[in-house]
């Protein structure tokens, strides 16, 4: 497909499990940008990668969260000890161009995460 | 902090009628000024954006006013239609950071 792919769509799990959720963006796409989206409120920013390396990862609430992009394309984001105010969508989203403000951000659909 | 304010947080609107939502921001540095488009389930989709060398930009329906000096800017839809419905979320980014900041969202709904 031409868009970003990620997935589970919905992952519920336990509180105290680890969650791993992938994000496949558009071919080319240098820039990608993890997000958290809690219901009734808009896209929190997590961090972001050029490239292989977190430029940013300002927006990780704490060392539970974890994320990766080892060939530059596809990425990763792990939660370890999941507590239920992880629930939330996560988003992913990938630019063709560096730095934030000189591209469009693809958003995928999300992974919908529930830990109960 | 909250870096990008939206309002109003719902929006009820006849079929033909003009949709409105504002966004104030407050770091100067910006200079890039997006709306996104998000319907259930799905992820947000980019609508229209305007940078701060313009005070308008029009795109079909949809027009973005930006007020440079009060660090504002607005969405406006004209002829709202019900496909229109959805959840609109202001954005910006710019200056030393690669994120994009969102406003909270405003809910459309739009009455045939």
């Known amino acids: 497909g031409a868009g970003v792919s990620q997935t589970p769509s919905n992952k519920v799990t336990e509180k105290g499990k680890y969650v791993e959720l992938r994000c496949d963006p558009i071919s080319g796409h240098t820039a990608l940008y993890w997000y958290r989206q809690s219901l009734g409120q808009g896209p929190e920013f997590l961090i972001y990668?050029?490239?292989?390396?977190?430029?940013?990862d300002s927006g990780l609430p704490n060392d539970r969260f974890f994320a990766v992009r080892p060939e530059g394309s596809v990425s990763t984001l792990k939660i370890q000890r999941t507590e239920r105010g992880d629930s939330a969508v996560y988003l992913c989203?990938?630019?063709?161009?560096?730095?934030?403000?000189?591209?469009?951000?693809?958003f995928g659909e999300g992974s919908r995460l529930t830990v109960l | 902090q909250q870096q990008v304010k939206q309002s109003p947080q719902s929006l009820i609107v006849q079929k033909g009628g003009i949709s409105i939502i504002n966004c104030a921001y407050e770091n100067t540095a910006f200079d890039y000024f997006p709306w996104y488009q998000q319907f259930p389930g799905k992820g947000p989709a980019l609508l229209i954006a305007i940078r701060p060398d313009v005070s308008e930009k029009k795109e079909g329906r949809f027009t973005i006013s930006f007020n440079k000096s009060a660090k504002q800017f607005s969405l406006h839809i004209m002829d709202s239609q019900p496909g229109d419905s959805a959840t609109y979320f202001c954005?910006?980014?710019?200056?030393?950071?690669?994120?994009?900041?969102f406003g909270t969202g405003t809910s459309l709904t739009v009455i045939p």
């Open positions: 989203a990938s630019s063709f161009m560096a730095g934030a403000n000189t591209g469009e951000l693809f």
């Open positions: 990668f050029q490239g292989t390396g977190a430029a940013d």
């Open positions: 954005a910006a980014s710019g200056g030393t950071g690669n994120q994009f900041y």
